[in-house]
């Protein structure tokens, strides 16, 4: 849709609601972190010229809708609910190969919503992502003329502007395919488990604005963007945060916000690395739709001198991109991600961990 927007002359940026609620152990509901989340990122992306936003996630009823956006205007909405039949559900869920033991409980989430929430309602069964981006988009348009005309619709009360650091941070960075999102979600996980009150985010994810989702440009945004998440995530409770992006908006993050970030220990910085083999074996993978699946993941479908294009630019990466003061480098060349993960836990100084000793 961004493509489309954009050949319309409308900047829109993307935001996944799904990570802005990546927390364990503290006190706020999914809806609370988005709702918390959500006004600072429309700051953000209006400040860089968004005209609209387009937000994917899940909503029960106009009850949901209104707790997650209690000071935008019900007109200044879209509501698009996207549906299957069960079969089709359970199949694409098997296809994508992630977490397919939830495939009957996104079956039956799909037949609870209220069935009068949504503006516009499509069948996607029969119907390609291209199809159906094409009819959003002429929905979209149509409904920023008539409501949001040239702007981004902003929430009546300001972001607050009270940094709520975390006590500790975990920031994981590297070249592109080594990893680092799947390791970042990994070590979020493992803490989870034991216990630990902790949130998530992938700063890549909080920067699509435009069609040049990937460019340097967008650092500052995204960097902004992750900030204020890990703000959100801190007030609801968050011990620890763990922060995984590119090495240019973790740089930014670090060096420029430092004092907003500023927690009392300082940051731990990460710097995933690996050989070119495992480089080139790890991003052949992502091409071949392994793994996790990750919004604007670039990296599908890639083959021949594409997919050597992007295994050579990985490897250079590795060798030349400037790593963030203070970063400790992990080989992760012969480990898995949860290995990765431990690895990382394990490098905290003792009474810096979040795990207890003999996890």
């Not at 918390?36 to 909503?59: E, F, K």
């Not at 480990?335 to 961990?353: G, K, T, Y």
């Amino acid at each position: 849709m961004l493509t489309h927007l954009a050949a319309a002359g409308v900047t829109a940026a993307f935001v996944d609601a799904d990570q802005l609620r990546l927390a364990s152990g503290t006190r706020a509901t999914e809806a609370d972190l988005i709702a918390a989340a959500l006004p600072s990122l429309i700051h953000n992306y209006q400040a860089h010229d968004a005209q609209a936003l387009i937000v994917a996630g899940l909503l029960d009823d106009t009850g949901h809708l209104t707790r997650l956006l209690p000071d935008v205007e019900r007109q200044h909405v879209l509501t698009v609910h996207l549906e299957a039949d069960s079969d089709t559900i359970r199949d694409r869920v098997h296809r994508r190969g992630w977490l397919t033991e939830l495939a009957d409980d996104a079956v039956d989430y799909a037949h609870r919503i209220a069935p009068d929430l949504a503006d516009l309602r499509l069948n996607t069964t029969a119907q390609t992502s291209t199809e159906l981006a094409e009819q959003v988009t002429d929905a979209a348009l149509t409904h920023i003329r008539q409501n949001s005309p040239g702007h981004l619709a902003t929430p009546a009360r300001p972001p607050s502007t009270t940094a709520t650091p975390p006590r500790r941070l975990m920031v994981i960075t590297g070249p592109g395919g080594v990893g680092v999102s799947t390791a970042g979600f990994q070590t979020f996980s493992l803490l989870a488990r034991a216990g630990e009150p902790v949130g998530y985010l992938d700063a890549h994810q909080l920067g699509f604005l435009g069609t040049d989702v990937r460019g340097d440009h967008l650092g500052p945004l995204r960097a902004a963007n992750a900030r204020a998440v890990t703000e959100c995530l801190a007030h609801a409770g968050a011990q620890t945060v763990v922060i995984s992006g590119d090495p240019r908006t973790i740089g930014l993050l670090i060096d420029t916000q430092h004092d907003e970030l500023d927690s009392s220990d300082s940051p731990a910085l990460f710097w995933l690395d690996a050989s070119a083999a495992a480089l080139a074996e790890r991003l052949t993978a992502r091409a071949q739709g392994e793994g996790p699946v990750i919004q604007g993941n670039h990296r599908i479908g890639l083959t021949g001198d594409a997919l050597a294009d992007a295994i050579a630019r990985a490897v250079h990466a590795s060798h030349h991109d400037p790593r963030p003061r203070g970063t400790r480098t992990i080989d992760t060349s012969d480990l898995d991600p949860r290995q990765v993960a431990e690895a990382m836990i394990a490098s905290l100084p003792r009474d810096n961990r979040c795990l207890p000793p003999d996890s």
